[in-house]
């Protein structure tokens, strides 16, 4: 209880209420421009947490997290472009209600419905997690390298139209980390002379190549038109009460179904969203209503929006394997810091993760009042042309880079990134393996080696583990199953 | 997208290949119970070469119609210039100093993003080079380069 509150008079420091606030700002500015994406806008902010402390750092970033969802919202709504993928079920009611004058009305049950899965989401954090990380402290090296083979075959398998591109891209990711000294004997392993690279290749620059350069790219030179504008006017937005109650419903699903989803690593916000439309539209008394701008179209999607941000924290925080790309990046944040996500973190640094749940109320908070504070200026953020925000993109993403170890070597890294992760979407490979490869590949390797120190040389030890044994046992079926489940329906369908 | 992932996976397989050689040059020290440093390598390679494969040989059988996917000549031109204009301000950087290349820099990419006012851009690129300096130079202490016009040493 100590711990809890003297985690909560850190949050409530001026300074880092000021970085929740900057963060959900930020946010919102990122979601509500349609080419923005939060990942994007997460791998700007990165650099900028070196000089923070911790606790200072996961404000400004849970702030952006939380925010960033309620802002692409905005633009699902007003424009039919969803800000973030995950806004794409939003645009389908939202939109229609905008076109029947009601664009405010849906931005306010957006904004409400986004808060409310948000705290839903919250509560299962607090709840849930101490619990998982209690059990996840008894996992010996085994358990561990299971655990992260699993995480890492779910992202590459789950959610991927293509299951081998998926995994092509995972193993490149952990090829990549095998550059550098080996962690266990030193021995310099394709580093062809170079100082820089026997620290191997650090993961923000890779982060910031992947995510921002091949935007900068298409939004610069392939001349695509990122940033449109909208001219219409916005009022109601404040949701009244009676109206709000008609959608407690939607709301619960919605964040439940969010918070469900949001855990499960590799499944996504976009899954999330639509399945809680889906399962919402079914259930209402107004199924015919839906598709033509009915406001539990909006808030369904919308509570499952943010019910991903809390649900996706859960593995995140207490196993160390983040739920989908932000959380990812949310990881790399935690390492800069010099902090082991994971069970440990619960152990040796409670008070800092009675902040993060603290510091995640606190932005769900903001993000609820400054939006309806600053709702025009939101509405209007759509006309920054892209001439001006693509070359300040750029700059931040080349100092960001350089500001990791004040070399430029970095920064040729961040470059080499970009290049490989504008091909990997030009051939429909997906970055989100790669990426999580590159984090996670380095505790792969080692927990692979120190459980054969273990057990002297004998691979049984992954066997007679029970834990181990189900994780890999997981593991297989989660790429087993995208490629014999589709061959069995086709067969069963052949039957019939 | 066929013939793009069969040629994909034959530069893949030869990737797998130049790695297989340079994990074979590795030196390597042989500690009790404890596997080498090449060990993880040599499966990747493996997972490597056999994804690879797999997508070569499906992409060969399949029956489903190709969708060509091609980057247009005018991009990968514009590609190289961007990047080349990027790393020229990189490696420029060090001798110029921060604010002067990056004045350069912005304006020279505001132009290439569509903006034909040169006041405006001037005006822009100033203001956007000092933000981006005091924010990181002066706020999170990050030394930026002040090149040799503007060293102190």
């Known amino acids: ?496 | 997208m066929r013939r793009a992932n069969i040629i994909i996976s034959i530069i893949l397989l030869a990737f797998s290949g130049c790695y297989g050689v340079l994990i074979a040059r590795l030196p390597s020290r042989d500690l009790p119970n404890t596997l080498g440093a090449t060990f993880v390598p040599w499966v990747l390679a493996g997972l490597l070469t056999l994804l690879s494969l797999m997508l070569l040989i499906g992409n060969i059988i399949s029956n489903s119609p190709d969708s060509p996917v091609s980057i247009p000549k005018r991009d990968i031109f514009g590609i190289a210039g961007l990047l080349l204009l990027i790393t020229s301000y990189i490696k420029l950087m060090g001798y110029v100093g921060f604010i002067p290349i990056s004045i350069v820099f912005l304006s020279i990419l505001t132009w290439v993003a569509g903006s034909r006012k040169p006041i405006g851009i001037l005006f822009f690129s100033v203001l956007t080079t000092c933000i981006v300096y005091f924010l990181f130079q002066k706020f999170f202490s990050v030394q930026l380069p002040a090149g040799i016009f503007f060293s102190s040493g």
């Not at chain 1, 905008?98 to 409400?112: C, D, F, L, P, S």
């Not at chain 1, 649900?311 to 902090?339: N, R, V, W, Y």
């Open chain 1, 1 to 496: 209880m100590d711990m809890a509150l003297a985690a909560l008079a850190d949050v409530l420091q001026i300074k880092n209420i000021s970085a929740s606030m900057v963060g959900v700002f930020f946010g919102l500015f990122i979601g509500a421009t349609p080419g923005l994406t939060i990942s994007l806008g997460m791998v700007l902010l990165l650099p900028l947490t070196f000089a923070l402390s911790p606790v200072t750092a996961f404000c400004l970033l849970l702030g952006l997290y939380s925010s960033g969802f309620v802002g692409g919202s905005i633009s699902a709504i007003l424009l039919n472009i969803p800000g973030t993928p995950s806004a794409a079920a939003t645009a389908i009611d939202g939109h229609a209600m905008a076109k029947n004058g009601r664009g405010g009305e849906a931005i306010g049950t957006a904004v409400t419905a986004s808060f409310f899965g948000g705290m839903f989401s919250l509560v299962c954090l607090v709840l849930i997690a101490p619990s998982i990380a209690k059990i996840a402290l008894r996992f010996g090296a085994p358990e561990l390298f299971a655990l992260v083979l699993l995480g890492l075959t779910l992202i590459c398998s789950f959610g991927q139209k293509n299951i081998v591109k998926g995994l092509i891209a995972g193993v490149f990711g952990l090829i990549i980390m095998t550059v550098g000294l080996d962690p266990l004997d030193g021995t310099p392993r394709f580093t062809f002379g170079s100082v820089e690279l026997q620290a191997g290749i650090s993961f923000l620059p890779a982060l910031i190549g992947l995510f921002a350069i091949p935007q900068i790219i298409n939004g610069i030179i392939s001349g695509v038109k990122v940033i449109p504008s909208y001219h219409g006017k916005v009022a109601g937005v404040l949701p009244k009460i009676k109206n709000l109650l008609k959608l407690i419903k939607s709301m619960s699903l919605g964040a439940l179904i969010g918070t469900g989803v949001g855990a499960v690593p590799g499944a996504g916000g976009p899954i999330a969203v639509f399945l809680s439309y889906d399962y919402a539209a079914r259930l209402s008394k107004n199924q015919s209503e839906f598709g033509k701008g009915t406001p539990e179209g909006v808030a369904a999607p919308e509570s499952a929006n943010n019910g991903v941000a809390g649900g996706a924290l859960i593995p995140m925080l207490t196993l160390g394997i983040p739920g989908d790309p932000i959380t990812a990046i949310l990881l790399g944040a935690l390492m800069i810091q010099g902090l082991t996500p994971g069970p440990l973190l619960f152990e040796n640094n409670g008070q800092f993760v009675y902040s993060i749940f603290w510091a995640f109320l606190v932005a769900n908070i903001l993000t609820l009042i400054l939006t309806f504070a600053t709702i025009k200026l939101w509405v209007r953020i759509h006309q920054v042309p892209s001439r001006i925000l693509l070359p300040i993109i750029t700059i931040l993403c080349i100092i960001g880079s350089y500001s990791l170890r004040n070399t430029f070597f970095d920064t040729g890294v961040m470059l080499l990134f970009g290049v490989i992760g504008y091909l990997m979407n030009k051939f429909r490979f997906p970055v989100v393996p790669l990426l999580l490869a590159i984090i996670l590949g380095p505790a792969l390797e080692e927990h692979l080696r120190m459980s054969l120190i273990i057990s002297q040389g004998d691979y049984s030890i992954f066997f007679t583990h029970p834990i181990s044994l189900i994780f890999l046992l997981l593991a297989f079926i989660s790429f087993t199953l995208p490629i014999v489940g589709p061959m069995l329906s086709k067969k069963k369908a052949e039957n019939n």
